[in-house]
């Protein structure tokens, strides 16, 4: 639904050698802008699944780097732009191309499209990899997993759940992350679409053992709700109520 305070559904990872977005729904693109966040410097573009709060906004994220780039933003960027996704991510890039006349050819600096398949890993720098699972979504959707190796040999890891109806497999994905950001999109169980209820959000984060929950992707109205003392019934780790523009770091 459209808000006032909140879009639809884009994350940005940060780390020493890698910047990536997860997810480019309605609102993401200028939100980059408004948060301060650095999208020209961008390396990694993820996307879940193909449903238009998550990807609606990839037109102009790209429109954004074709001409906003050359109005004297950053102008001398040559490193590539890697996009990942699920299967039909390079039809649908290709679509948008023809559809808009977005002409992402005369872009000054290449843009790569990778599919990924449920159990695929990708290197993004040397100290981080990405793997992907399937969710109980649409017939491709992916959730993420992101782990980066520090030089002391600790490790850090982020995962999302994109949209996913409740799996246990997908605990286990996620097991011992140190942040689970997680859609969470109804207060009680709807057998009638494959989306996340409360109880079921914790009871997955609960079985992952994630030292830390984010919820977001609500289709109830969050104002009023103890909804942090409803997720820590089945989940004994920290939880965080998701907002835009908020920044956590791990």
Not at 95 to 118: G, H, Q
Not at 128 to 153: F, G, N, Q, W, Y
Request: net charge negative.
């Amino acid at each position: 639904m459209p808000d006032g305070s909140r879009n639809s559904s884009g994350y940005f990872v940060e780390t020493p050698l890698v910047r990536m977005m997860m997810d480019c729904g309605a609102g993401t693109v200028h939100a980059l802008a408004r948060y301060g966040v650095p999208w020209e410097g961008m390396t990694h573009l993820f996307i879940s699944h193909f449903h238009a709060d998550h990807v609606g906004e990839l037109a102009s994220l790209m429109f954004a780097f074709k001409w906003g780039m050359k109005a004297g933003m950053k102008n001398t960027r040559t490193q590539p732009l890697t996009l990942l996704g699920p299967a039909g991510l390079d039809r649908m890039l290709k679509a948008l191309d023809d559809a808009l006349d977005l002409r992402l050819a005369e872009l000054r600096f290449p843009v790569v499209s990778t599919e990924l398949e449920p159990g695929d890993q990708y290197q993004l720098a040397a100290d981080c990899m990405l793997s992907v699972a399937k969710t109980p979504h649409t017939r491709v959707s992916l959730a993420a997993r992101i782990d980066e190796t520090r030089i002391d040999h600790d490790s850090r890891s982020i995962c999302y759940t994109g949209d996913t109806a409740y799996s246990e497999d997908l605990a286990r994905f996620f097991a011992g992350t140190d942040l689970m950001i997680s859609e969470c999109s109804y207060e009680q169980p709807n057998p009638d679409v494959a989306h996340l209820s409360v109880r079921e959000v914790s009871m997955m984060a609960e079985q992952a053992r994630a030292v830390r929950l984010v919820v977001t992707h609500f289709y109830f109205d969050v104002t009023g709700l103890d909804l942090a003392a409803r997720l820590r019934q089945r989940y004994s780790g920290e939880v965080i109520i998701g907002r835009d523009g908020m920044c956590i770091e791990i």
